[in-house]
């Protein structure tokens, strides 16, 4: 067997299980009688809101199917990622400024933060700030023109000088 220690240990994890299997099998044999009345009528109020909800939303379409699908939509949008319509459902957003961050993403790349969105046509420091907590940016931003400008000249001059070129 084990030290004094590892029994006292054995012991009470067994008194755990068998006082969380007896409550198990109280609560199955009560049933709902044991049940918070508040919590039973806030989940029933839900379940009548969420079914009149269906229903409504049946009448409005009065049992067709509508022409345009839904566009499931999470509540955070990677705009490095997202599609036109993802981004349409951003407040303050319509759809051709939807177009214009897509354009933009393609033909100069991936945002990576707020301040480079800004880059784009019609998104300024407001609108940054409205949708903020609504956006996220999964991929680096490509390095500006400025910045590869910058390093190619600083790499030239640390270089060591050819045979023939004098230091300057």
Known sequence: MGTPG????????????????????????????????????A???????????????RKKGKGRKSKKPEVVVPAVIDLDIATAEQIETLRGIGPAMARRIVADRD?????????????VKGIG???????????TFSLLPRPSSTESLRS??????????RRGETEN
């Open 107 to 119: 033909s100069l790349g991936p945002f990576g933060s707020l301040n480079e969105l800004q880059r």
């Open 43 to 57: 989940i029933e109020r839900q379940i009548d809101a969420v079914d009149s909800a269906r229903k409504h939303g």
């Open 6 to 41: 590892e029994r006292k240990a054995l012991l009470f994890l067994s008194a755990v299980i068998v006082l969380g299997g007896s409550v198990r099998v109280a609560r199955a044999i009560g049933g709902e009688a044991h049940a918070d009345p508040a919590a039973k009528a």
């Open 152 to 161: 190619s000249r600083h790499a030239k001059g640390r270089r060591k000088p």
């Open 125 to 135: 420091p407001r609108l940054s700030l409205k949708i903020d907590s609504s956006v």
